[in-house]
């Protein structure tokens, strides 16, 4: 239950820490689109103009070729109606056009831009654009000057393909599409000056396909522009992962000198610690036995118990602190063997009674018979029991009981269970006194002596073979500690061959077919 908890506030934590991360995101976006909106040349955004204008350059300079082409049916057209030195310098002045925007195009991609430098090149865009367009709208007019409404079908020809020639090619410039369709759209006019009901019916055409392009165009520049703004996205939130990945790297080296600046320390200080701590708890040991001779005063004894007990005392701290300490660094090496669990719980129980029978607390066992071996560190596997018996006669009342419960789990597994008649744990304190120095209440209330390693101790040594601790517990009512070791950890038992055995003839057919 208390892993379930853990692992709901730590998920709940991250899902607070996307969402908050996620508002920043958009607040830093809407902040600087509005602040961009102020200083932009045309896309609303000043950012993406650049980007914009070298799309506009790209689809120039790969589509000069094909507008080169197109020159050709158009001229064709022209000449049933035109004469040939008209139609020649007609070619020439779209050539030039279309060349001059190749060269345009060609010198922007060619520099590094800036906001100036976009905003030269966009006038320049939307000026060849206007000429160029003005250059094919003359040839209309100049045709239904000279064939009349003859020429009607070549006019909607030429509307159509160019407008949608500038629909691909200029959408990335919203003004230069607006000056591309506004000079044919005139042209289409002259033929209604001239003859008001057939000319009518081409200019509402012509206005129609123009109409329609234009609207095909503002939506490839939409589209353009939502391009850019997700690739802009894209490099953001890649950038953003890269730093992430590079704080990660820095507080991952951080905290590994960290923890090696922790375990000099504790090797240090247990040596320096240890080595007048002996002879405290040596003098101390001489004193309170009075090996050479009794205390002229019977407190001096007392104080040598006192004495003598705080520095054992001080010894298990530092002993629990360095055996926690190798544990979370990952250190804590296994010497691992095959070794009965059954076993093992009892000479822990062995060690136990004494303190249990000076309380008269009972304890109870429970074993399930033929159990087969674990795969484990004997050192480890005897800390795990005997803190979880510690625990269970500490907070045990006199004359009550402990059980101690030993069995298979459901996923094949093994199970060691003690229970104890203490008061019991809330169950929002367990996460408390799961972890590292935590003390549930009843341990404060009741000034219990202990550091609150023991528990924390337990579960890294568990989690290092595999295994899991489960603590359930209700206040008045007790506390169950489990202590879960995975199917893995498990040795199965294998009955022994006979080597006198007679061999089936099965097996023989099948050897000698093989």
């Known amino acids: 239950m208390s892993e379930v908890t853990a692992e709901m506030i730590e998920r709940g934590r991250g899902v607070a820490d996307i969402a908050q991360a996620q508002q920043r995101r958009k607040l830093a976006t809407r902040v600087r689109a509005a ?5 932009s040349i045309g896309s609303g955004q000043r950012r993406f103009d ?182 802009e996205e894209k490099d953001t939130l890649i950038a953003e992962i890269d730093q992430a990945r590079k704080n990660s790297e820095e507080a ?26 002996n002879a405290i708890l040596g003098f101390s040991e001489v004193m309170k036995d009075q090996i050479f001779g009794p205390h002229s005063n019977d407190s001096y004894a007392e104080y040598s118990r006192d004495i003598h007990s705080s520095g054992e005392h001080l010894l298990a701290l530092i002993n629990e602190i360095l055996d926690l300490s190798r544990v979370e660094a990952g250190r804590q090496e296994l010497h691992e063997e095959a070794l009965p ?56 009342p006199a004359h009550g009981t402990v059980t101690v419960k030993i069995g298979w789990t459901q996923p094949g597994g093994q199970y060691l269970m003690v229970r104890d008649s203490g008061p019991g744990i809330p169950e929002a304190e367990i996460p408390l006194v799961l972890s590292t120095f935590g003390r549930g209440s009843a341990a404060i209330k009741g000034a219990e002596e202990g550091t609150g390693l023991g528990l924390p101790i337990v579960k890294g040594l568990l989690e290092l073979h595999g295994g899991t601790l489960i603590l359930r517990s209700k206040p008045r009512e007790g506390t169950d500690a489990i202590a879960v070791f995975p199917p893995d950890r498990v040795i199965a038992l294998m009955p022994q061959l006979d080597p006198e055995a007679p061999v089936p003839d099965s097996v023989l057919k099948a050897t000698r077919a093989a």
């Open 50 to 231: 650049i980007q914009l204008m070298r799309l506009y350059a790209h689809n120039q300079r790969h589509a000069t070729l094909a507008q080169l082409v197109l020159l050709v049916p158009s001229a064709l057209l022209a000449a049933q109606c035109l004469r040939p030195g008209f139609i020649f310098l007609w070619l020439l002045a779209a050539a030039a056009a279309i060349f001059a925007n190749l060269e345009i195009s060609r010198r922007f991609c060619a520099r590094l831009p800036d906001s100036a430098a976009v905003a030269q090149s966009r006038r320049m865009v939307v000026g060849v654009a206007l000429l160029q367009s003005t250059i094919f709208a003359s040839i209309v007019v100049f045709a239904n000057m000279a064939a009349g409404n003859a020429s009607a079908a070549f006019a909607l020809f030429l509307v159509l393909i160019e407008g949608a020639l500038a629909s691909n090619l200029v959408s990335s410039v919203p003004q230069a599409l607006y000056a591309w369709l506004l000079p044919l759209l005139l042209a289409a006019a002259t033929f209604a000056l001239r003859d008001h009901a057939a000319g009518l019916l081409v200019l509402v055409l012509c206005f129609g396909a123009s109409t329609f392009f234009l609207l095909l165009g503002l939506r490839a520049y939409r589209h353009d522009l939502r391009a850019i703004e997700l690739q």
């Open 341 to 396: 669990l059954a076993e093992v719980a009892r000479d822990c129980l062995h060690l136990i009674k004494m303190r249990a029978a000076k309380r008269d607390i009972t304890i109870i066992e429970s074993f399930e018979a033929d159990l087969p071996k674990l795969w484990a560190d004997e050192r480890a596997l005897r800390q795990i029991i005997l803190n979880l018996l510690s625990n269970a006669v500490k907070f045990t």
């Open 35 to 39: 602040r961009e909106a102020l200083t």
């Open 252 to 277: 991952r080296r951080r905290a590994e000198e960290a923890s090696l600046a922790k375990s000099r320390f504790l090797a240090t200080m247990s040596h320096e610690l240890r080595t007048p701590l």
